[in-house]
């Protein structure tokens, strides 16, 4: 690709417009009719259990699947229309699996090559590539085999790879699956502060709905049967668990601790609840002395 073309401006300001959106492997649809519009800055969860439609979604606003009903534009141009090596500038794509995309010797060959694919020049693609490595913390691992690394450092480096070119969309597909809690939420820290500083869209797809509470400034998208079952806000959701249900999601935990402890006060009362409580702090407090 020919060098400029990293940085581009989107012709619209809406990144990505799937309009009326359906596709089909051949043998019934993965996606029925989806709709939805992201805007420049824009941060939005898609959820749903597996086989709702996830994956299929986020390959479609990445261009790397054409629908077959319906439009999707990315940054004004109709993925249908356009080879994908014009749309793909726009875009950084992490798939489920992220050793999928792993084969250079080293870690900074991996940056380096999606750098200098977009057409970034050498001194521009080296101020890149620190400037990703070290918001990632992975400067020290640079000169590693990708092969060496842990669940956790590899998410990083494909993460790196992906936004190293300042794409204008950041599309992750499941991007906490096989980590702990402790890596899941510094994770997430890093995703919302490299979408921030970057000004990168964010379409992020995942049945994990542990992380919800982390994601409250998102627009939450869930998908039932291929098909948006609800869209609004992450806060909207949390409040009203039939959103999951509905869509055969269990809530967060602690949305349904909530839903437990509120039955138990219009049984009991609220003085009963209280003492119970109480009563299980004494017994935490005298264990862990």
């Known amino acids: 690709m020919a060098a400029g073309v990293v940085g581009s401006s989107c012709r619209v300001e809406c990144v990505a417009r799937a309009v009326d959106t359906w596709y089909s492997y051949g043998r019934g649809y993965a996606v029925k009719g989806v709709s939805l519009e992201v805007y420049e800055g824009d941060r939005v969860v898609v959820m749903g259990t597996n086989g709702a439609g996830k994956t299929t979604l986020l390959k479609l606003l990445a261009g790397m699947l054409k629908p077959s009903k319906g439009r ?44 200098k694919n977009f057409g970034l020049d050498p001194a521009e693609a080296e101020a890149s590539i620190l400037d990703v490595a070290t918001r990632l913390d992975i400067v020290h691992i640079l000169n590693r085999s990708p092969y060496t690394l842990s669940e956790g450092e590899i998410r990083r480096v494909v993460l790196a790879s992906a936004i190293v070119h300042k794409p204008k969309l950041l599309l992750l597909d499941e991007p906490t699956a096989g980590l702990d809690n402790v890596l899941k939420d510094r994770l997430i820290e890093t995703i919302k502060s490299l979408s921030r500083d970057y000004g990168v869209a964010l379409v992020l797809a995942t049945h994990d709905v542990e992380i919800l509470p982390f994601l409250r400034d998102f627009r939450l998208v869930v998908l039932r049967d291929g098909a948006v079952a609800f869209e609004g806000s992450v806060g909207e959701a949390l409040e009203n ?13 602690g949305v349904r601790i909530s839903e437990k402890l509120g039955a138990y006060i219009d049984f009991y009362g609220v003085d009963p609840v209280a003492n119970l409580l109480l009563s299980r702090k004494k017994l935490r407090d005298r264990i862990c002395r």
């Open 72 to 115: 999707v534009y990315l940054c004004g141009y109709d993925t249908r229309e356009v080879d994908e090596s014009l749309t793909a500038r726009f875009i950084g794509y992490v798939p489920q699996n992220p050793w999928l995309l792993v084969f250079n010797p080293r870690v900074i060959d991996e940056i380096a090559f999606t750098a």
């Open 241 to 253: 668990p039939s959103v999951f249900y509905d869509s055969g999601l269990q809530p967060p935990v």
